[in-house]
């Protein structure tokens, strides 16, 4: 069944929710890190959400750090200590930190950009990271933006990577996960097209991921009412998971209910 799943997104040290799509620049200096297009920054640390995650019981949450800001890494470690064995890490994560993140008490580590040198699928990456530190202990990020074929009109969903601004060569279909399933054990897939926007999921790309991939996978972007989580367990008939982000009242948002998501959850076991 579906269930809801927890986010903590970091950018300049703070735990924000922006419009993904105006991540444009590198924020390592200040005047950058203010240039994207916010809908909320707390004024609580990123401690503070590992907690209330812990203390509802919500599995599975992830922490991702957006820029290589080290302000990002510290409140990205002060989460993992609120609840450690139990987080996910994501953002920045090579062959080189993947470890010592695990290490640091990160359940998983989320990979992306680094498995895309020059925009280009590297599958001898996925290998190595994956025997770093275990399939077990690594999902691979595949997010996307959708993309239409202008010679057929189709409609397909190109990887993302970069903060999901640079696309790669990569279409999501069904023989691509089989072919990284082997070597990672869960997948968390931003729709960036309606990241933040608070206008509905990609139900399209929803039911397309029930058929692509069996392993687990949590679906991003673009809920905005606690029917969502309904509406994915119908489009992929429970195989996908739902996260919220500027929709929720737990990040300044007025559509959805933190404790509703919890209910659902509790509802589902």
């Given at each position: 069944?579906t269930?809801?799943?927890?986010?903590i997104?970091?950018?300049?040290g703070?735990v924000?929710?922006?419009?993904?799509?105006?991540?444009?620049?590198d924020?390592?200096?200040?005047?950058?890190?203010?240039?994207?297009?916010?809908?909320?920054v707390?004024?609580?640390?990123?401690?503070?959400?590992?907690?209330?995650?812990?203390?509802?019981?919500?599995?599975?949450?992830?922490?991702?750090?957006?820029?290589?800001?080290?302000?990002?890494?510290?409140?990205?470690?002060?989460?993992l200590?609120a609840w450690?064995?139990?987080?996910?890490?994501?953002?920045?994560?090579?062959?080189?930190?993947?470890?010592?993140?695990?290490?640091?008490?990160?359940?998983?580590?989320?990979?992306?950009?680094?498995l895309?040198?020059?925009?280009?699928?590297?599958?001898?990456?996925?290998?190595?990271?994956?025997?770093?530190?275990?399939?077990e202990?690594l999902?691979?990020?595949?997010?996307?933006?959708?993309?239409?074929?202008?010679?057929?009109?189709?409609l397909?969903?190109?990887?993302?990577?970069?903060?999901?601004?640079?696309?790669?060569?990569?279409?999501l279909?069904?023989?691509?996960?089989?072919?990284?399933?082997?070597?990672?054990?869960?997948?968390?897939?931003?729709?960036?097209?309606?990241?933040?926007?608070?206008?509905?999921?990609?139900?399209?790309?929803?039911?397309?991921?029930?058929?692509?991939?069996?392993?687990?996978?949590?679906?991003?972007?673009?809920?905005?009412?606690?029917?969502?989580?309904?509406?994915?367990?119908?489009?992929s008939?429970?195989?996908?998971?739902?996260?919220?982000?500027?929709?929720?009242?737990?990040?300044?948002?007025?559509?959805?209910?933190?404790?509703?998501?919890?209910?659902?959850?509790?509802?589902?076991?």
């Open positions: 069944m269930k809801y799943v927890g986010c997104d970091i950018h300049a703070k924000k929710q922006i419009v993904g799509g105006t991540l444009v620049k924020d390592t200096n200040e005047a950058d890190s203010q240039s994207v297009a916010t809908n909320f707390s004024e609580k640390p990123s401690s503070f959400y590992a907690q209330l995650y812990k203390d509802n019981d919500v599995k599975g949450c992830h922490v991702i750090k957006l820029g290589s800001l080290e302000e990002n890494n510290i409140a990205a470690k002060e989460a200590q450690p064995g139990n987080l996910q890490v994501g953002g920045g994560i090579n062959d080189t930190n993947a470890k010592e993140w695990i290490d640091n008490g990160a359940s998983k580590v989320i990979v992306t950009s680094w895309f040198p020059n925009g280009e699928f590297d599958l001898e990456r996925l290998k190595k990271i994956s025997s770093i530190v275990g399939k202990h999902v691979f990020d595949l997010s996307c933006r959708r993309q239409i074929n202008t010679d057929n009109n189709e397909s969903w190109v990887v993302a990577m970069n903060k999901w601004q640079t696309l790669t060569k990569t279409i279909n069904k023989e691509y996960f089989d072919l990284v399933s082997e070597y990672c054990s869960e997948f968390l897939v931003h729709a960036a097209d309606v990241e933040g926007l608070c206008n509905g999921i990609d139900e399209e790309l929803v039911k397309k991921l029930a058929e692509w991939s069996d392993l687990p996978i949590v679906y991003a972007g673009g809920a905005k009412d606690v029917s969502d989580l309904a509406l994915v367990d119908k489009l008939n429970g195989k996908v998971d739902l996260t919220y982000g500027s929709a929720l009242d737990i990040f300044g948002g007025k559509l959805v209910k933190f404790e509703e998501c919890c209910a659902w959850n509790k509802s589902q076991n």
